[in-house]
């Protein structure tokens, strides 16, 4: 209830089943606080996936996940990633992405990616470019994805920003109220540095947008 009376009206679950998520114990959370919840579908990285992964098509597994989405009325494809400080996907995990973005154009989900920004010196800047283009090589549209973790990369220029913008996917961006999770690296710009609940969010509207070419809907939570 606690969750309801500070106004949290939903949750979207990026978990799933490789990474210890039980369906039923995110109904019992939404029926006992009152918050909704989504669920998602999905892998998350190599090193998660079941075993199983290995032997399947990407045509089967993109069938098993749009079935589970659908008897399961999950609300998403999320989070699917890659495993930290790689230089680029796994074959497994280029198999897992193309075989989601199959799922998502027979259930008409959204998806949303991990990427490890921040976790090595090995990942690339394109990084989150590189999994767009797995899914639009399915026939994914920009518009259906969000990259995720986007504000963890050290990226004064915000180029990696932009470059998904302009290609008309969201950009995930979760530490944008500031405080001391990720403002003391050294090499951070001013841009990502402040402390100061807000600021980052007002430093990064104005850059976005123009990258975006449209205006773009920011809302706060907490
Ligand atoms: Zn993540």
Request: proline share 7%.
């Amino acid at each position: 209830m606690a969750s309801r009376q500070r106004r949290v009206g939903c949750i979207v679950d990026g978990g799933h089943t490789d990474m210890g998520r039980k369906i039923e114990n995110l109904r019992q959370i939404a029926e006992r606080s009152g918050v909704f919840i989504v669920g998602s579908g999905g892998y998350y990285m190599d090193r998660s996936y079941p075993p199983e992964i290995a032997a399947k098509s990407e045509d089967q597994i993109a069938n098993e996940l749009a079935q589970e989405a659908t008897s399961q009325h999950l609300g998403a494809f999320g989070e699917i990633g890659a495993d930290p400080n790689e230089p680029e996907l796994t074959p497994a995990e280029r198999k897992v992405f193309r075989a989601v973005g199959k799922a998502h154009l027979r259930t008409n989900l959204p998806i949303f990616t991990h990427n490890a920004y921040g976790t090595g010196p090995n990942v690339p800047k394109e990084a989150g470019l590189r999994q767009l283009d797995v899914l639009e090589s399915v026939g994914v549209k920009p518009e259906h994805v969000a990259i995720g973790h986007c504000d963890s990369l050290v990226d004064p220029s915000a180029d990696l920003i932009k470059q998904v913008a302009k290609r008309g996917a969201w950009v995930g961006f979760e530490f944008a109220r500031g405080g001391s999770l990720r403002p003391t690296k050294s090499e951070s710009a001013p841009f990502w540095r402040s402390s100061t609940p807000g600021t980052r969010i007002a430093c990064f509207y104005p850059r976005i947008t123009p990258a975006a070419g449209r205006s773009i809907c920011l809302r706060t939570v907490g």
